[in-house]
Structures are given as C-alpha cells and as structure tokens.
C-alpha cells in the first residue's frame, strides 16, 4: 500500500482566484498512479490550495467556537462554507481520477475523525480498509474536524496521512510539494537533502526555525516535517515535487529524485 499527499501548491494557486484547480497536473499524477495500479493498493490524500483555506482563514476555524451565541453562529457558517469548498475540491479529485479509469471513492474526512485540540483522538477507518480491499481508491481531503475540546477545529492533510501512516503502516508514504524536497534552508537557498534519517529531523527543524506553526492554517512545511518524523516510525518517507513530470513514479519505484526519510 502507498500514501500519496498532494499538496494544495500542487493542483492550485493559492494566490490565485478562489476555487482555481490545475486539472491538467492532476490528471498527470493520476496517470503516473494508473501505471503501477492494481498492483499497489493507493490511498491519496489532497490539500486545500485555494479551496478551504480562504474560509477557514477568514472565520478563524482553529480558534474554536468562542461560546457566544452570535459568534458561534457565524463560526459555524464559516465552519460549513469551509467543508463545502472542499467538497468541491475534492469532486475535481474524483472526476479527474475516474477520467483516468482508475476506482477513486471521496471519503469525507469530517465525517469519520475526531479532533481534540487538534489531535486526532478517533478515527473509524474500517470503510477505508474495505475500500482497499474493493480496490478502490480511497481519497480523503484536509478538512474541518468536530472538536471535542473546542468545537470545531482544522484537520490537515499532512495529520491524516500520519494517523493512516501509523494504522496501516504503508509500503511508502508520499507528499507531492512544489518543491524538489526538503532543504537545509530555504528552496532555492539551502541545499537539498536526497536522503534524511529520522534522527536527524529534529536538528533540521531547529535550523529551519520550527518554534511555531508555519505561513499557513495547517502548519506548511514544518509540519509536514513533525509528522513525517513519526510517520518514520511505521514506512518510508518520500517528499517530491508534484509539478515535475514523473517525480512520483520515482518515489513509487523507489529511485526518484527528492528527499527520503528512513
């Protein structure tokens, strides 16, 4: 079994228009899935790029609901606009992936995890491991959470790719970036890291200044490091550029050009 994240920088612009989705890269990556499908099981997990995040920004979802009826009221619509925007960019997913020929399924993330603070706390995956053994695709999508402690949270891509990681304990897990990997430094400034060991994540997030969440509302890439050190744990951990052509199919092989976490 393999994981694929891709990322909300992969299929759009989140600079753009709201809702802007590059279908033409998706339908490249869903190809690439396609030549090694069905003899690896895939489950694909996408970001919110220009689809969730506005919303979720805009009504501050990771604040909680405050426990004002007025302002938990507005909360609560941002909290649905920001379910609903993924929705649609998830049914782009689908539609693209079956364009393809390949079984992709929406999973609604919100509607099989719990959060508390944040943290998953609950998750029922049985759907998604019947889905495997169907084989289908299961896509599943960051999301709002139903929080235990505050109400309402934001539950990210990169979170569900380390619980599934840690449940399933995949072959390979895969983040599809921007970028070309992980560096010592900034893109285009530091040095890329082809190959990474686990113990050595947290010396990097210390030099790449990962004190506090990253410029986004589910962490950028100093989360996806945190969780990829305990995704470590359980599988292998590739970061690739999904925009280059063929970037992916190298991670699935396992001689790609990126960064591997082991």
Not at 27 to 45: K, L, M, Q, S, T
Not at 127 to 144: A, K, Q, S, W
Not at 188 to 217: N, Y
Request: hydrophobic share 40%.
């Amino acid at each position: 079994m393999i994981l694929v994240k891709i990322g909300g920088s992969v299929f759009s612009d989140k600079a753009g228009e709201p809702e802007n989705f590059d279908t033409e890269t998706v339908r490249r990556i869903a190809g690439e899935i396609a030549e090694f499908y069905p003899n690896e099981e895939f489950i694909v997990v996408h970001g919110g790029g220009s689809f969730g995040h506005y919303h979720a920004s805009e009504h501050a979802i990771r604040d909680g609901l405050p426990g004002e009826w007025e302002s938990d009221r507005r909360k609560k619509i941002g909290f649905s606009l920001t379910h609903q925007s993924m929705l649609r960019a998830n049914a782009r997913f689908i539609e693209v992936f079956l364009s393809q020929n390949l079984p992709a399924f929406s999973v609604s993330t919100s509607s099989i995890f719990l959060t508390e603070r944040g943290e998953i706390v609950y998750a029922d995956i049985e759907v998604i491991e019947r889905l495997l053994e169907l084989d289908f695709i299961p896509i599943l999508f960051g999301d709002v959470s139903v929080d235990v402690a505050q109400g309402v949270d934001i539950l990210s891509g990169d979170q569900i790719m380390a619980y599934l990681t840690k449940m399933l304990k995949p072959k390979k897990a895969i983040f599809l970036m921007d970028v070309d990997g992980i560096y010592d430094g900034k893109p285009g400034e530091g040095t890329l890291i082809p190959e990474l060991a686990r113990e050595e994540v947290p010396g990097l997030l210390e030099r790449l200044h990962c004190t506090a969440a990253g410029t986004d509302v589910t962490g950028g890439i100093c989360n996806k490091l945190r969780k990829a050190y305990e995704m470590a744990h359980y599988s292998e951990v590739w970061f690739v550029n999904g925009k280059v052509p063929g970037r992916l199919s190298g991670a699935i092989r396992g001689d790609g050009f990126g960064t591997r976490l082991r």
